[in-house]
């Protein structure tokens, strides 16, 4: 079940309930990192932790800008 931005998934986010964590996703030729994949997750009200896929769909990646 993917939690809908209200409700439960935006009480989460007013009570900073949302646990940001981010991996490098790398080049494998080149060695360079090229991304970040979001592995964040919520913890609810009651302690249960869930993992990103359960409140955003797809969990996100984003591409890394060069300055």
Known sequence: ???PRSGRLQ???DEDR???AYQPVVN???GEEVAEE???CLL???GE???VGRFIEGGLVTERSTP
């Open 1 to 3: 079940m993917i939690l």
């Open 11 to 13: 009480r989460a986010l």
């Open 18 to 20: 949302v646990l940001p």
């Open 28 to 30: 494998l030729d080149t």
């Open 38 to 40: 979001d592995l964040s």
């Open 44 to 46: 609810e009200a009651n």
């Open 49 to 51: 932790v869930l993992p």
